[in-house]
Structure formats: C-alpha cells, structure tokens
C-alpha cells in the first residue's frame, strides 16, 4: 500500500470511528446533551472540583477528592469548555472513546484482522454498557483507557514484529504509565504485569539493552511525576497532596485480611463485575484463559 493511500484510509478510518465515538457517547452517557443532567456523584465532585482550579481554589487543600491531579486538570479542561454543564465532559469522553477505539484498529491491523469496523463497533458499545459508564459517565477508568490501550498497542507492535524495544518505546511506555499513575494508581497493576512480560522479552531480544531499557522507562515516569511534584511545591501544598492521594488512598481501607478471605473476595468480585458486565468480563476471561494455555504449552517446547 502507498504513503497516500495508507493516509487516505487513515482518514477514513478515523472519520468512522469519530462517528462511532460521538453515537455511543450521546446515547449512552449521561454527560450527553440528551440528558438534563448527570446525576453520578463522582462526575460532579471531579467538575466541582475543575470549577474551583479554574477560580483559584487549590486541589487537596480547598478542594477534597482522593483521585489523581492528572484527573482534576481534564476536569478543568472540561470546565473551561462549559462552566455550567457538562458539555466539556461530554467533549472528552467522546475524544477518549475515539482515541481508544483508535488504538483497537492500529491492533487489529496487526493481527491481520480484514474487516476491524463491525468488532469497533461492537468494541464500542461493550464498552459504554460497562460499569464505567453505568452511574453516568466520566469515571477515571473511561478516561485512563486509552493510555492502557496505547501502551498495550505499542508492545504488541514491537513483539509481533520480534523487534527489541527502542529508547523512544520504552520512554513513552514510562510516560504512560506515569500518567495513569497521576489519575488513579490503583490501575497501575496492568503496567506491573506489562512490565514483567516486557523485561523477559527484552531479555530475549536484545539483552544488552535491558538494564538501560529499564532506566529509560523509569526516566519517562519521573517526567511527570516530578512536574507535578515541582507545580505543588511552588503551590504550597506538596504536603496535602502526598497526605490525600497517598495517605488517605492507602489508610482509607481496612487492613488486609487472610489468604482464604482474600480468594473469597476475589471471587465474589469476579462474579459481581460478571454479573454487570458479562460480555466484557466473559471474553477477557476466554482470553486469559487461552493466554494462558498458550503460554504453558510455549514453556513446556522450551524445556523439550
């Protein structure tokens, strides 16, 4: 396929999915111009809270929520575009789907997939049906996604084409995971596991490059990290930010319980998120499943 071409089909793709992102968003959200309100508790307090930095109000100090700062600043974007509605939520909710179904078409070119819109869209409307969006819209998850899915994209391409990850690779991986980190770091797990599967094939490909492949992707999460540490220093309330995203977060919960408690709660998670997202969790669950497989059945022709 020529330069041209692949810029025409990806002007095309992307014009097909900014119509599927703004469909599924008006119908499904309810930060949409459809409904006369958003009535989710945590959507209003993130606005609320968007509102206030926009008048001078300082995050964990006049302003209490125990989300990350990354979230609040969307927020403020989100005011700035309206003051009195949620009209700039419902604008970047419909750029976040877009930007993650985005992300879906790059991974379904890589495995080959010849007709990605009908699984786009399908992808969609699984997604807007979730848990996420079911109290409103808005939540940080909805909004994290597409940093998730960037990343995940990113790794596939390279281990898909047995290509060693690059200096640029390994400091935007950092770079994203720190952004989600600063929005909720409670999601970081994804990046934990991520992170151990990266390291072996690093290891694999080009081990020479793993030490400094590692410090590249700790460098891009300090990036921002110590951006937003420097902005609360000269604001004056580094101490408020540490105390309520991290040690309200961590103190908040009560202490963990035994090994058997733990599986017990597990469990009943899984069955409670099935039982709201059965087609989400159904088919993640098919496909860890086969990952899984896959992966022992690889292990064992190792060691034959």
């Given at each position: 396929?020529?330069?041209?071409k692949?810029?025409?089909?990806?002007?095309?793709v992307?014009?097909?999915?900014?119509?599927i992102s703004?469909?599924?968003i008006?119908?499904?959200?309810?930060?949409?111009f459809?409904?006369?309100?958003?009535?989710?508790?945590?959507?209003?307090?993130?606005?609320?809270?968007?509102?206030?930095?926009?008048?001078?109000?300082?995050?964990?100090?006049d302003?209490?929520?125990?989300?990350?700062?990354?979230l609040?600043?969307l927020?403020?974007?989100?005011?700035?575009?309206?003051?009195?509605?949620?009209?700039?939520v419902?604008l970047?909710?419909?750029?976040?789907?877009?930007?993650?179904?985005?992300?879906?078409?790059?991974l379904?070119k890589?495995l080959q997939?010849?007709?990605p819109f009908?699984?786009?869209?399908?992808?969609?409307?699984?997604?807007?049906?979730?848990?996420a969006f079911?109290?409103?819209?808005?939540?940080?998850?909805e909004?994290?996604l597409?940093?998730?899915?960037?990343?995940l994209?990113?790794?596939?391409?390279?281990?898909?084409?047995?290509?060693?990850?690059s200096?640029?690779?390994?400091?935007l991986?950092?770079?994203?995971?720190?952004?989600?980190?600063?929005?909720?770091?409670?999601?970081?797990?994804?990046?934990?596991g991520?992170?151990?599967?990266?390291?072996?094939?690093?290891?694999r490909?080009?081990?020479?490059?793993?030490?400094?492949?590692?410090?590249?992707?700790?460098?891009g999460?300090?990036v921002?990290?110590?951006?937003?540490?420097?902005?609360?220093?000269?604001?004056?309330n580094?101490?408020d930010?540490?105390?309520?995203y991290?040690?309200?977060?961590?103190?908040?919960?009560p202490?963990s319980?035994?090994?058997?408690?733990r599986?017990?709660?597990?469990?009943?998670?899984?069955?409670?998120?099935?039982?709201?997202?059965?087609?989400?969790?159904?088919?993640?669950?098919?496909?860890?499943?086969?990952?899984s497989?896959?992966?022992?059945?690889?292990?064992?022709?190792e060691?034959?």
């Open positions: 396929m020529t330069i041209r692949q810029k025409n089909e990806q002007r095309t992307a014009a097909g999915l900014l119509l703004f469909f599924c008006t119908i499904f959200s309810r930060s949409s459809l409904y006369e309100r958003n009535p989710w508790s945590d959507a209003n307090i993130f606005l609320t809270i968007g509102r206030g930095m926009l008048k001078g109000k300082k995050m964990y100090t302003l209490f929520d125990h989300k990350g700062p990354l609040y600043v927020y403020a974007i989100a005011a700035m575009i309206s003051d009195r509605s949620f009209a700039g419902y970047i909710e419909v750029l976040s789907l877009f930007w993650f179904l985005w992300e879906c078409w790059k379904l890589l997939t010849e007709h009908p699984g786009l869209l399908l992808i969609a409307i699984a997604i807007v049906t979730a848990k079911s109290f409103g819209g808005g939540s940080v998850e909004l994290a597409p940093l998730l899915m960037h990343c994209v990113l790794s596939l391409k390279r281990i898909l084409a047995e290509e060693p990850f200096k640029k690779d390994c400091f991986i950092g770079i994203l995971a720190s952004s989600v980190f600063l929005m909720k770091f409670t999601l970081c797990g994804f990046f934990a991520l992170a151990i599967a990266l390291i072996l094939y690093q290891a490909q080009e081990r020479s490059r793993l030490l400094a492949c590692i410090m590249e992707a700790i460098a999460f300090l921002p990290v110590l951006i937003t540490v420097l902005l609360f220093s000269l604001n004056g580094l101490s930010f540490l105390k309520v991290f040690g309200y977060n961590l103190n908040q919960y202490a319980a035994g090994i058997p408690t599986i017990y709660l597990m469990a009943r998670a899984y069955f409670f998120y099935l039982k709201n997202n059965p087609v989400l969790i159904l088919f993640s669950t098919i496909g860890f499943l086969r990952a497989m896959n992966s022992i059945i690889s292990l064992q022709r060691i034959c």
